[in-house]
C-alpha cells in the first residue's frame, strides 16, 4: 500500500476566515477538502433582522447566509432539493442562532469534521469535497447532514444533533461516500435506495467500527422483509419515505438498517470484492449475490 502524504494548507489566499483548506496526496491523485462555515454570517443576517423588523427571514437568509457560499455548497448539486424545506424556512430564532454561533466558535468542530474527512478518504478516494456548516435552529429540521451532490455536503449544526464526536465523525463517512458515489439518476427504485443508503452504512463501519448501523428486531426483521419484499422496485416517493425513515408498520430508519444487513450479508458472501466495485454495483446485483434470503 502507497505511503500517504498528508499536507495542510491553512486558510490560504482566496479563502475566507470561515474556510479551512487542506489537501491529501497519494501520488496517484490529489483530493482538496474545504470546510466551510455558514456561521460567519450570521451576526450580518441577525443585524439585518432586526433593523428590518421582519419576522418572516427566508429572502434574508438566502441572501446573507446562503448566497456568499452557494457555488461551494449547493451550486450544481444533484440533490439539492433535499435541502428545499431548510432553504423556504421563514421564520429563524435570532436568539438561537446566537447562542449555537456562540457554541460553534468553542468548539472543536472543523477539527473533527476534517480527521473525519481524511480518515475516510484513507478507504475511499475521491474528487475534491466542500464540507460546510450551517446552523440549524429549528427542531422540525431533523436532518443531521445532507449529501447535496459530488463534493459537496452539508452539516447541519446544534447542541441535539450528535450525542458525541464520534456520531459526527461517522455521520461525515456516511456522506463522504454518498459524495463520492452520488448518481445523476435520481429516479431510484425503493431497492436502489435501500442500497444507497445501506452502502453508505456499511462504508461509514468500515471507517469507525465501533459506530452503530441501525437496529432492526431479529424477531420482526423475517415478517418486516415479507412486508417490502413485494414493493422492492416502486418508485412512489411516499412508499419510500415511510420505509427508508420509517412510519406504519416499519421502525424507524428501517430502510437504512436493511441495506447495511445486505451490504453486511453481501460482503461475507463476497469477501474479494472491495469497496471500489462494490460502491457502483447495481442494487439487484448486491441483493441476488448476498445471503440476506436464506439469513
Request: charged share 25%.
Amino acid at each position: 500500500m502507497k505511503k500517504l502524504i498528508l499536507f495542510f494548507i491553512l486558510f490560504l489566499y482566496g479563502c475566507s476566515d470561515s474556510t479551512l483548506e487542506f489537501e491529501k496526496n497519494n501520488y496517484d491523485n490529489v483530493q482538496e477538502f474545504n470546510i466551510i462555515s455558514g456561521f460567519e454570517y450570521i451576526p450580518r443576517f441577525i443585524s439585518e433582522i432586526e433593523e428590518s423588523g421582519n419576522k418572516k427571514t427566508t429572502s434574508a437568509f438566502k441572501e446573507i447566509v446562503i448566497k456568499p457560499i452557494w457555488d461551494d455548497c449547493f451550486n450544481d448539486g444533484e440533490y439539492l432539493p433535499l435541502l428545499n424545506n431548510y432553504m423556504e424556512s421563514e421564520n429563524h430564532n435570532i436568539e438561537k442562532l446566537l447562542d449555537l454561533k456562540n457554541e460553534y466558535d468553542n468548539s472543536n468542530l472543523d477539527d473533527i469534521v476534517k480527521r473525519a474527512l481524511e480518515e475516510s478518504s484513507n478507504l475511499l478516494v475521491g474528487t475534491s469535497t466542500n464540507v460546510c456548516i450551517l446552523p440549524s435552529d429549528s427542531y422540525n429540521n431533523p436532518s443531521k447532514a445532507v449529501t447535496v451532490g459530488k463534493g459537496k455536503i452539508v452539516l447541519f449544526y446544534n447542541e441535539i444533533l450528535f450525542e458525541s464526536d464520534e456520531e459526527i465523525s461517522s455521520t461525515i463517512a456516511h456522506e463522504y461516500f454518498h459524495s463520492v458515489n452520488t448518481e445523476s439518476d435520481t429516479n431510484f427504485t425503493l431497492l436502489d435506495y435501500i442500497l444507497f443508503e445501506g452502502k453508505a452504512e456499511y462504508f461509514k463501519k468500515l471507517v469507525y467500527p465501533q459506530s452503530e448501523a441501525v437496529p432492526i428486531d431479529p424477531s420482526k426483521e423475517e415478517h418486516y422483509w415479507d412486508l417490502v419484499n413485494d414493493i422492492l422496485y416502486s418508485e412512489n416517493y411516499t412508499t419510500q419515505q415511510k420505509i427508508m425513515f420509517g412510519g406504519g408498520d416499519y421502525p424507524p430508519l428501517y430502510g437504512y438498517g436493511l441495506g447495511y444487513r445486505i451490504m453486511d450479508e453481501f460482503i461475507k458472501k463476497n469477501p474479494d470484492i472491495g469497496i471500489n466495485e462494490w460502491k457502483t454495483m447495481k442494487a439487484e446485483d448486491i441483493l441476488n449475490m448476498s445471503d440476506y434470503f436464506d439469513n
